[in-house]
């Protein structure tokens, strides 16, 4: 009830009537007739009583009630259904954007970036363009480049173990949405582009999205030693921040400092991916 009250009927569409309203916002009845389902139902829903109900219905009612998506995911919840994959918010997503950017640089000297559900490179921070070869303003998609790019081949030594890794956390990641087409598209483009990953992508193994060692070869600074890690980012569920954190070998900690280092700086005007 509480949320049908936030809904005024010049929001739903609704004439007013010009009669005054003993209680706020929208009328059971006038949310089971926009939602397309018998009032009864629409009450016993809110009353919390075992029904049946499909997934459908529920999109009907949190479109006319307007709930946000997390609200949402609440009612599937309420209803005994599993609820559907977070999704961002779009009145938030600009003002995330710049958020997002002030946490990858505080990450510095350390790469960092984000990436959307495909792989794509959205935002990153300057170590993640002196370290990896990423280019700020410029999309890259981190998967294609795996198997794609000569130079990030060339220079990543735990290339073979990692490619398989990635194949597989990448198909379990488009098995979570089968019906969204672009990872489809990500995959047939790099099936043509890469026998390799075509073999990687046919054995169909599935991994979690997780932590993964990365050893690298970097032209300035020699030997580099990470643990990658990949979380999704609850104020927007559609992206994942992918951090790079030195491990204790050939002093990575120390050669990423100085790397930021003015000193650093001058030496590394030509990125050189790892």
Same mark, same amino acid.
């Given at each position: 009830? !509480? ?5 005024? *009927? ?19 009845? $006038? ?22 109900? +499909?997934?459908?219905?529920?999109? +009907? ?9 997390? $609200? ?7 209803? !005994?259904?599993?609820? *559907?994959?977070? $999704? ?15 946490? %990858? ?8 970036? %984000? ?17 990896? !070869?990423?280019?700020?303003? %410029? ?13 990030? =081949?060339? =220079? ?21 949405? *089968? ?16 026998? &390799? ?8 193994? %599935? ?49 990423? &400092?100085?790397?930021? +280092? ?13």
């Amino acid at each position: 009830m !509480g949320r049908r009250a936030r809904v005024t *009927p010049a929001d739903a569409g609704l004439p007013d009537g010009g009669a005054p309203r003993r209680t706020p916002g929208l009328r059971r009845e $006038e949310v089971a007739v926009l939602a397309g389902v018998c009032l009864s139902w629409y009450q016993w829903l809110e009353q919390g009583r075992n029904i049946s109900v +499909s997934p459908q219905v529920l999109d +009907s009612v949190a479109r006319v009630l307007r709930l946000t998506n997390a $609200e949402r995911r609440h009612l599937y919840v309420l209803a !005994g259904l599993n609820p *559907p994959l977070p $999704e961002a918010e779009p009145d938030r997503q600009e003002d995330t954007h710049e958020s997002l950017q002030r946490m %990858i640089d505080a990450r510095m000297p350390y790469p960092a970036h %984000i990436m959307d559900q495909y792989y794509n490179t959205v935002l990153c921070n300057d170590a993640a363009a002196t370290v990896l !070869g990423m280019k700020p303003g %410029i999309t890259h998609n981190c998967l294609v480049d795996v198997f794609t790019d000569p130079m990030y =081949r060339s =220079r990543a030594r735990s290339w073979k173990q990692n490619a398989r890794t990635v194949v597989a956390q990448f198909r379990a990641a488009c098995l979570a949405s *089968p019906d969204d087409e672009g990872f489809q598209a990500v995959a047939t483009q790099l099936k043509a582009a890469s026998p &390799e990953f075509a073999e990687l992508w046919e054995r169909r193994d %599935i991994e979690e999205t997780g932590q993964i060692r990365k050893e690298m070869d970097h032209l300035l600074l020699g030997l580099l030693f990470f643990e990658s890690s990949t979380m999704r980012l609850p104020a927007r569920p559609d992206l994942s921040i992918v951090l790079h954190t030195p491990l204790p070998e050939a002093d990575t900690a120390g050669k990423l &400092e100085w790397l930021a +280092s003015p000193q650093g700086r001058s030496g590394a005007m030509h990125p050189v991916a790892g």
